[in-house]
């Protein structure tokens, strides 16, 4: 291999090193399930925002970022949704990036979602939330990040 081939491998090589350093994921998701008697609970998710970040309500303006947004698998019949997912007060603000007010998160955000159910069933939900975050001055493309509701 030529000494010109090598260079460019390694070059290549040492940018998608560096590409792949740059991803940034500056919020976590967890789950848990939150018992409010033998037929109903809530299934919760969790949001921890890393610093400077901030997460999109479920209801944001038209032109502005992507809303928060919840999808539910109750393919199986198991669990019935009772009314939307809900959302902790979070801050409104005038946007600097958007220019409007928008509700968002900043280090956590609580949603919750009521479900009915047979009492002493023991499944897995799945879903979904699609999501947008950014900072003071970025954004970053729309995630969509798998749930799972142990019950």
Known sequence: MSVMKKLVVVLLFFAAAVTKAQILEPVKWSTSVEKISKTEAYLVATATIDEGWHLYSQDVPEGGPVATTF???????????????????????????????????DTKAVFKQKIRLAPNQKFTIKGSVEFMVCDDSRCLPPTTEELQFEL
């Open 71 to 105: 999808t539910y698998d109750d393919s199986s019949k198991k669990f019935k949704l009772v009314e939307g997912t809900v959302e902790e007060d979070g801050h409104v603000v005038d946007d600097k990036i958007f220019e409007m007010k928008i509700k968002y998160f």
